[in-house]
Every structure is written in C-alpha cells, then in structure tokens.
C-alpha cells in the first residue's frame, strides 16, 4: 500500500491453512474503506500456507521463521515490521472477522482516548458466547473458584466469577482487567509506552500480562462487543503441539504470576500455590493422554 494504513493486522500462524484462508477472507470481505496492511508470521508450517499466501494474498506481508517460535516472539516480529501510526491488532489465524466489527474497534478507541487496548466479543465456532475473551489478572482465588466450578454456579457473583468477569454484561461495554489476545487492538501510543509482548511467555498469558502492564502504566482495558469475531481456538498452533502447548500454558502462567502476582502474597502461600500449580500440570498432562482432541488450559466454552 502507497498510504500508511491506519491498521497493522499482525496474524502468527502455524499450519492453520484453511483458518487462515478463511481469516483473509473475512477481513477483505468486511474491511469496507479501512487502510490497512496484514502481516502474517509463519512459524514453520509443514502443510499449504506458503503456497497459499504467495498464490491467492500477494499483497500480505509475510515473515517465515524456521521453527515455532511461539506467540509473543512472532507478534513482536510482526509489529517490528508493522507500519501503521495508529492501531496494531494482534488476530489469530483461526478467526473470523465480521463486517463493520474492525472499524467499530478503531471508532470507539479514537472516542476513548484512555483506551490502550480494546477487545471485541468473541463467539466459539457454534455461535456460543467465548467466555475467555474478558477475564481478570488470574490472581489465586479467581482460579481456583474457575476450575473448583464456583464460578459456574455462581456465574453472577462478582466473588466467584472474576476470572471469566461473568458478572458483566456480554452485550454491553465494558472496562476490563484483561481480554483475549485472539484478538486485540493496540493503540500505537501504547505500545510505544510499554513495549511489545513479554517474549519470556512462549505463548499463554502474554495476552493477560500484556494487558496488566497496559494498565499499570494508566491506560484502560475495554471489551467492546459492538465488534464481533468467531474465534476456532487452538486451530494455529496450540493442538498441533498439544503436549508441548500444555507445559508452556502452565509455565507462563507461572513467569506471569511471579512478575506481577506474587508480590502481593506471602512467601509461604506463593510455594504452596506453585505446588498446586505443578501438580495441576501433571493432572492435565495424564488427562490428555485419553482426550480424543487434546488441548491446553481451560476449555474455551
């Protein structure tokens, strides 16, 4: 493109090829008069990606690197390379855009100018709300009242369900501890502030740490759901490497505890917590073994 585009769309892909098609699709179908530009970082497919970026999308700029360099390495790659002065949105392959949902993003962030990072509502592939797309900080008692299932027998209770923020409206804006990186718009001056992605996260939580240092350097966090995306989950990496993405999920949730959680605990209790967390990963590691589609932390639904 001859313009700056007021959209860089940094997509990390890995032998997604069919989400990704479809991904592209979505978005030049729904783009409507939006300047932007897509990069995509290939994180050494083996299946048709590059054959089918090269045939059918000539004009996406693509980044191959040799091996799965994860999520936050290859997004930061991405926004290196990205050229809008505006708006960054990290997209996972697996998504599709529907129409006006980029656009109404960028509205209400150049109406909030407090707004460092907003989120659109997220739908799992059967059209079912996907909870995960608002969340809080995942501090102790939110977790384990998530997976104890508290918080789905008291969905509307703030005390129990401030992981999932299920207390909240879905259909209705709201400020946020945190949303999903599936698909997140990042005013430019915000990263300029704070970095990239923490790249000591392989992938998982690099979305809510993110967010939390967004928010630590006094930016806001929206989710936004007049924006609306179905997002596949697991579909660009994750399940192709499903052992190796479950260690990585609870090994970064351990990095993103102890950079901005632990300090807030007692040394005894952050030890125990890490037992547990160290014995949940060999519960999920030994569950897998007998889960016909295997995947890492918390079903998306």
Known sequence: MSQIPELSICIVTLNAEPYLRNCLESIKRHSGNLKYEIIVVD?????????????NYPDVILLRNKENLGFAKPNNQAIERSSSDRYILLLNPD???????????????????????????????????????????????EIFAYFLGLAKVFPHVKFFSGYLQSYLDEDLVHEV???????????????AAIGGLDEDLFAYQEDTEYCVRARKAGWKVFYMPQALITHF???????????????????SYYIYYKK???QDYFFLFNWGFYLVMLLKLCL???????RKEKHAGPNRK
Request: with cysteine; aromatic share 8%.
């Open 284 to 290: 999920t590691l030994f569950v897998n073994l007998f």
């Open 95 to 141: 998504t599709i855009v529907y129409e006006a949902s980029l656009q109404n993003l960028i509205e209400f962030a150049e109406k909030h100018s407090e707004a460092g990072i907003v989120g659109p509502k997220v739908l799992n592939g059967d059209g079912t709300f996907q909870k995960h797309c608002k969340r809080g900080e995942g501090r102790p008692w």
């Open 177 to 191: 501890p945190a949303i999903s990186g599936c698909c997140m718009l990042i005013r430019r001056q915000t990263l």
């Open 233 to 251: 989950g697991g579909k660009g990496g994750s399940r192709v490497q499903p052992y190796k993405a479950i260690y990585k999920w609870h090994h």
């Open 43 to 55: 994180n050494g497919s083996t299946d048709n990606t590059i054959e089918m970026l090269g045939e």
């Open 260 to 262: 901005h959680l632990a």
